[in-house]
């Protein structure tokens, strides 16, 4: 099982930037996809953005130009930079890596944007 740990996370206000990083332990499986995901108190997980391992990189609507996932392949390492943070980015952001077709997901790190 390939664990997963996030960091970064925090207080911001509206306006602000953060960036969130993403550790996956090694595997002898490749890692295909990582991503972050995102969950708001009442709501559903949703996607943030997504990196495959061809370098292919899904973000939401909601983030697009906002927020710029990045991939280290030697590492299995991915970070989110996240700017022009509004409040509806508050969630708990979510690490995930797909490895051999399983889903391993991070503990979650808080994001909170104030007004």
């Known amino acids: 099982q390939v664990q997963v740990v996030e960091s970064g996370g925090g207080l911001v206000q509206s306006g602000g930037s953060l960036r969130l990083s993403c550790a996956a332990s090694e595997s002898r499986f490749v890692i295909n996809v990582m991503g972050w995901y995102r969950q708001a108190p009442g709501k559903e997980r949703e996607l943030v953005a997504t990196v495959s391992k061809s370098g292919y990189r899904n973000y939401a609507d909601s983030v697009k130009g906002r927020f710029t996932i990045s991939r280290d392949y030697t590492k299995n390492t991915v970070a989110l930079q996240m700017s022009s943070l509004n409040p509806e980015d508050t969630a708990v952001y979510y690490c995930?890596?797909?490895?051999?077709?399983?889903?391993?997901w991070g503990q979650g790190t808080q994001v909170t944007v104030s007004s």
């Open positions: 995930n890596a797909v490895v051999a077709g399983i889903d391993c």
